[in-house]
C-alpha cells in the first residue's frame, strides 16, 4: 500500500510569489483550508518543502 499525505492550505497566497503560486496550483490547491489528499512522492514532498510556510501536512496510513 502506498503511503499518502494530506495537504492543507493555511495561508492566503497574497503577497506570496508566483513561483510560490504555481506550486501551491501544482499541489491542487485553489483556496484557503482546502484539503487534497496526495500520494507521497519524493516530487510531492519536495513541492511542500518549497512553501512550507504556506501548508500543514500529515501522514496518512
Partial sequence: MSHKL????VKS???VTE???????GLG?????????LIDTPEIRGMIRKVP?????????
Fill in 29 to 37: 490547491l485553489r483556496r484557503m483550508w482546502q484539503v487534497v489528499d
Fill in 6 to 9: 494530506r495537504v492543507t492550505l
Fill in 13 to 15: 497566497l497574497i503577497g
Fill in 53 to 61: 510556510y504556506l501548508l500543514q501536512w500529515e501522514e496518512l496510513s
Fill in 19 to 25: 513561483k510560490h503560486r504555481r506550486t501551491v496550483r
